[in-house]
């Protein structure tokens, strides 16, 4: 019999006697940093724009040429430098916190050609243990970048089933970004590696940055035709959790089951804001815009901003039709949001970012880290801007036409805590399934979710729309259907839901690329399938968990979509 999902709760619901016996990788050990070192908060400065975070600049009339390479940049004042991995944009990235501090600025309607050339080591250094029953290639570094919320042809996605083998050191990975509206509207993209079974690596290594794409309303600039906030006073803020040991370098902590280096989650005890540890911002008492990403391996934020209140306009695919005031952000990795925030009623106070437990029914085994990063504001202002939020924007609700087709997708966990534990999509590993959408149409994907945390899931090619989270009796449909390694995908749940479906929240408006997948529900989403102009079916994506040691262990397949 399967050994079902208690991960959650023989690793953090147990007693004291039985938390002894943990595992390193996921034990409570992972609050306290190794050698017992404390970071002090708030003593360096974010980087911001014309400060610490730059455009990346281009190699050629829309073209860029990077190349990925070991940086060693220092995170924190208390620290020594730390070696880590960047895109190299040709600049040196010179004084920033490697590419976590710059981002690619593109246009809707404007293509990019982009190279990535492979300049990291030969094989994996000892601060990135990587699990060679994960690789196609052993312990050698393969890298594979993937334009994250890109609607491009299957070879410039960068994605595993494409590209199996990734790229190696020397060789070169040139792809085409066809930023073509509407599916690539005025957004926040990023790109990051995705190399099959070592993605959690090479992102935690440093392999991420930011992709911006501007249009004629969203300018970046202020005054704009929509009146928000730009210039300096739109601050993108990547947030990533790390641990560091005491010479500076990271820590990926390895499993203490037998002939496992995997570990099931990366959660680390520092926060990292563009790239440096607990930083404070400086504000100006007027309205600003922050672009939030989570770009953590698996941990789930829920931000609050003391008594400021947040304003979302936008997620993943970009701004919506209007503004929507949010008490928190509830933000899984690889999810966005375009936040308004109004310093004017906090002249000369200091706030703090906070990051808190997700309530129900979000669910993560993590450990609690509260603190994000310190908010001083002045009391003068400089540029005074925008004075209140628009009352519209030029953006889109998500309003799919009725689906032609439903598929159901099951997510599982298999035999954890063991040497045979693995997640996956539908029972099966990577590649040993697969959909097929006809080119044009809308279809829903059902995630239903068997085990016991939330699965933020990404869907290459497609932006979706979030439908709604249905309660259902997991036993029940697991007893009816399960298999040794879960449930398989195609049986409709719906004759076990336990209540009616639950409407997409408050952040979820608009068109998305990362859902989460709840426990206990099953999560509908729409999407249609189109290609960029001039690509011809048939083309192959892949859709995931964003947790990336789920993604790495096995919770990836592959869709092709068909003429
Ligand atoms: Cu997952």
Known sequence: MTNISRRRFLVYGAGVGAALALPRATGPAIAVAPSGFELEKFIQPVPVPGAGIVVATPSGANQYSFVQRQISRQLHPELPPTPFWAYDDGSGLTGQAGSFGMAVVAHSGTPLQVSYTHNLPQNYPAWIPVDTRLTPLGNQVRVLTHLHGGFVAGSSDGNPAVTANGFGPGQTQTVYYPNQPPQQPAQLLWFHDHGLGATRLNVFAGLAAAYIIRDGFDTGTEPNPIGIPGGAYEIPLVIQDRRFNADGTFLYPTSDIGGVTWIGEYFGNVMLVNGKVWPFLNVEPRLYRFRILNGSNARILSLSLGGASLVQIGAEGGLWDLP???????LAPAERADVLV????????????RNSRPSSPVSTPAPSLSTVMQIRV????????????????????????APVKTRYITLNEVDPETAGWFLNLNAAHFGETAESPEVGTVEDWVYINLTEDTHPMHTHLFMHQVIGRTPFNVDAYRDAYGTSTGVPGGLDPTPFATGPMEPPGPGERGFKDTVKANPGYFTTIRGKFDLPTGVTTPQTYVHHCHIVEHEDNDMMQTFTVVA
């Open 324 to 330: 929507v005031p949010v008490k928190r952000l509830v």
């Open 378 to 401: 002045g009391s003068k202002v400089n540029q005074p801007g925008p004075r209140t939020v628009p009352t519209t924007l030029p953006g889109r609700k998500a309003d799919l036409p």
């Open 342 to 353: 109004d310093f004017s009623g906090f002249a000369g106070q200091t706030l703090v970012l």
